[in-house]
């Protein structure tokens, strides 16, 4: 089972550091980073239609389409019951965790920055347990 790992986050320099931090934890295919909602949604889409599991670690506040634009697109998808979301955010704003819970997509809600203990308990839980056996 393959499995694309996308990293969606309008800040350039986190979203390097993200890239680093995954790869060094969690050995698949080299993560994408997108660096707004758009075009994260136009290299999901491909990635989805090959075939392929999407797992996305996306911010929130984004110009343009934002995480719950991306989110709300992905919903309407037929793919989407192959994607998962970690939102990773650095809102304080307990309306955005209850708000990610309504989307079956997302697995988890993270407050940045996002750490190596973070990644390491996801591995060991549903779905992406499956991927790191």
Not at 14 to 34: A, F, H, M, R
Not at 37 to 54: C, M, N, Q, V
Not at 71 to 81: E, F, H, V
Not at 115 to 128: A, F, G, I, V
């Amino acid at each position: 089972m393959d499995l694309s790992i996308f990293i969606v986050d309008d800040d350039v320099m986190l979203g390097k550091i993200q890239k680093t931090l995954v790869k060094s934890v969690w050995p698949l295919d080299e993560p994408t980073v997108c660096y707004d909602g758009l075009s994260a949604l136009e290299h999901i889409e491909r990635e989805a239609l090959a075939g392929k599991k999407i797992l996305i670690l996306l911010d929130i506040h984004m110009p343009h389409i934002d995480g719950w634009g991306v989110l709300d697109s992905i919903c309407t998808k037929p793919y989407g019951k192959d994607v998962w979301v970690i939102v990773n955010t650095a809102s304080e704003e307990v309306f955005d965790e209850v708000k990610s819970k309504s989307y079956d997509q997302v697995i988890a809600f993270n407050k940045k920055p996002l750490t190596r203990e973070t990644l390491c308990k996801l591995m060991t839980q549903e779905p992406l347990v499956l991927f790191f056996k």
